[in-house]
């Protein structure tokens, strides 16, 4: 059963940084696409940023030049590097990747971007 672990969230002061993690289990091949979402209170969810399987990213724009993701594919791992973070940054970050057309998702991790 395929399985994602996001870690790493927390309280962060505006323009702090902060590194997510999503760790991926159960899969018998590394997934083709990564993906970062997030979601605010209120809010729908929102893509934050994608990576294949090459290192090939792309982000939302409301992050692009402040949010950086990366993989270790053996590791089976996925980081988001989020730099410069803004309140708007505040949400429910969640992890995301399709395995043999099922959509799986992280339980999400709480960063909070306050003073």
């Known amino acids: 059963q395929v399985q994602l672990v996001e870690s790493g969230g927390g309280l962060v002061q505006p323009g702090g940084s902060l590194t997510l993690s999503c760790t991926a289990s159960g899969m018998i091949v590394r997934p083709y696409l990564m993906a970062w979402y997030r979601q605010a209170p209120g809010k729908q969810r929102e893509l934050v940023g994608t990576?294949?399987?090459?290192?090939?990213?792309n982000y939302a724009d409301s992050v692009k030049g402040r949010f950086t993701i990366s993989r270790v594919n053996v590791k089976r791992t996925l980081y988001l590097q989020m730099n410069s973070l803004k309140p708007d940054d505040t949400a429910v970050y969640y992890c995301n990747t399709v395995v043999a057309g099922a959509n799986y998702w992280g339980q999400g991790t709480q960063v909070t971007v306050s003073s």
């Open positions: 990576i294949t399987r090459g290192g090939d990213t």
